[in-house]
C-alpha cells in the first residue's frame, strides 16, 4: 500500500510537470488538431529523438516553490513560501507568468514581507486577481495535507493562494484544485465513479462557497460558482462524446482564469478516463494530457492540473517514460514527491 501511495504522490508532482512542458508550446496558440498532438506525442516518444527538454513555465516553477516550502518548513508558513516566490521570479522572470502577478512580486519585495497578504489584496483596485496562478502551484498541498482533515487542507490551500491572489474565484480555485487532487488520491484505481467524484467535489464546495461573514460579492459574481459549474460538469459527462471542444469551451472554459480552467481540468480528466474518438494514447493518463491539450486556450496550466489529478489517480506507473525524459525538472519533482510522501505520512505528520 505504501508503494502504491509513493507511486501516487510522484504520479502527481510528474503530471503536473508533464501537463505543463508538455501543454506549455499550445498556449494561447490557435487550437491543436487531435491528429497534430497524436503525431507529437508519437515523436516525442521514440527512442531515436534526441530534442532538447522541452521547458517548464510558471506553474511549474511556483509548484516547486510550494513543494520545497513545506518540506523545509515541515507545514504551511506564509512568510516562507512569499519568499520563495518572490526570490524564484527574480531568479528566472522569463517563465510566462501572468501579467499582473508580478506587480505582487514587486510589491512584496519592496514592503520586505511586512504583510505577505496585502500586496494581492489590492491588486485590480483592491478585488483580487482571480487567475488560475493560486490553482496551477496547488499540488503539493495536497500531497503533504493528504492525512488531514478537508477543512484543514481546504484553508492551506486557501491561504497559499492568498498569496497573489485576492479574489474569491481565484483563491477558490485552489481550494477545488486541491479537494480534486485530494479526492483522486484516495479513489482506488479500480473504482473511480463519475458521479460520486463529482458530487463529493460539489459537497465539499458548497460548504467553501457559503459566504463567509469576511467576504463580499462583487457586481456579476454568485456565491455558488463552483459548484454551478461542478453540476454543468456533471450533465457533460453525462452527455460522453456527443460534447464538442466548443461546448467545453462555452459551458467550462479554457482561458486563465480560475473558474473558466479548474472545472475543465476536472473534466479532462474523468472524460479521459474512458476512450475518446481519435485521441491514440498508450495509457489513460496520457489520454489527459492529450485532450486537456486540444482544448486550446491556457493549455499548459489546464493540462497541468489535469495531470496532477490523473497523476494522483493512476500513479506514476501509467506515465511513460519515453514522456517523462522530455520534462525540465523531473528529477526535482520525483524527489519532492517522495519527500511530500515521507512527511505526510511517516516521521512529521502535517499539524
Ligand atoms: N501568462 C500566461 N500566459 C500568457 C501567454 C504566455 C505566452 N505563452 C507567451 O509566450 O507570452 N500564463 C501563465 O499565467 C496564468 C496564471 O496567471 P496568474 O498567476 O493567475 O496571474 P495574474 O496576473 O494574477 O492573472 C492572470 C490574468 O487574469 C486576468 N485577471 C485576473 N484577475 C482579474 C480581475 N480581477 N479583473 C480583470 N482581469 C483579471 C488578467 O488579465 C491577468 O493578467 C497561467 O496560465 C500561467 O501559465
Ligand atoms: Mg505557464
Ligand atoms: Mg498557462
Do not use: W
Request: glycine share 8%; with cysteine.
Amino acid at each position: 500500500a505504501v508503494e502504491v501511495l509513493v507511486g501516487r504522490f510522484r504520479g502527481s508532482m510528474v503530471g503536473a510537470l508533464m501537463g505543463d512542458c508538455m501543454g506549455a508550446p499550445f498556449e494561447a496558440e490557435p487550437r491543436a488538431a487531435r491528429s497534430v498532438l497524436n503525431s507529437y506525442f508519437k515523436r516525442l516518444s521514440s527512442p531515436d529523438i534526441k530534442v532538447p527538454y522541452k521547458a517548464y513555465t510558471d506553474d511549474t516553477a511556483m509548484t516547486r516553490c510550494v513543494a520545497l516550502s513545506l518540506i523545509q518548513e515541515k507545514g504551511y508558513n506564509a512568510e516562507d513560501m512569499a519568499k520563495r516566490f518572490v526570490k524564484e521570479f527574480y531568479a528566472e522572470p522569463r517563465r510566462g507568468y501572468g501579467s499582473n502577478v508580478v506587480d505582487v512580486f514587486a510589491a512584496l519585495r519592496i514592503s520586505k514581507f511586512e504583510d505577505v497578504y496585502s500586496p494581492a489584496s489590492r491588486q485590480f483596485g483592491g478585488s483580487g486577481s482571480y487567475g488560475n496562478g493560486g490553482a496551477m502551484r496547488v499540488a503539493p498541498v495536497a500531497l503533504f495535507y493528504h492525512p488531514a482533515s478537508d477543512q484543514k487542507v481546504a484553508s492551506v490551500a486557501k491561504d497559499m493562494a492568498l498569496i497573489t491572489h485576492g479574489n474569491r474565484l481565484g483563491y477558490n480555485g485552489a481550494v477545488l484544485q486541491c479537494l480534486a487532487i485530494r479526492e483522486a488520491l484516495r479513489t482506488p484505481t479500480n473504482q473511480l465513479d463519475v458521479v460520486k467524484f463529482i458530487q463529493s467535489l460539489k459537497e465539499m464546495m458548497k460548504k467553501v462557497e457559503t459566504l463567509g461573514e469576511d467576504e463580499i460579492l462583487e457586481k456579476g459574481q454568485i456565491e455558488f460558482e463552483y459548484t454551478g459549474r461542478l453540476s454543468r460538469l456533471a450533465s457533460l459527462m453525462e452527455r460522453g462524446d456527443q460534447v464538442s471542444i466548443d461546448v467545453v469551451e462555452e459551458e467550462l472554459g479554457n482561458d486563465i482564469s480560475a473558474h473558466r480552467s479548474v472545472p475543465t481540468a476536472i473534466y479532462s480528466f474523468l472524460r479521459a478516463s474512458n476512450s475518446i474518438p481519435n485521441i491514440e494514447a498508450e495509457t489513460a493518463f496520457m489520454r489527459t494530457i492529450h485532450y486537456a491539450i486540444s482544448l486550446g486556450g491556457d493549455t499548459d496550466t489546464i493540462a497541468s492540473m489535469a495531470g496532477s489529478i490523473a497523476g494522483a489517480f493512476y500513479g506514476i506507473a501509467e506515465i511513460p517514460e519515453s514522456l517523462q525524459r522530455h520534462c525540465e525538472g523531473l528529477a526535482e519533482a520525483i524527489q519532492q514527491a517522495d519527500q511530500l510522501h515521507s512527511l505526510a505520512t511517516n516521521t512529521h505528520p502535517p499539524p
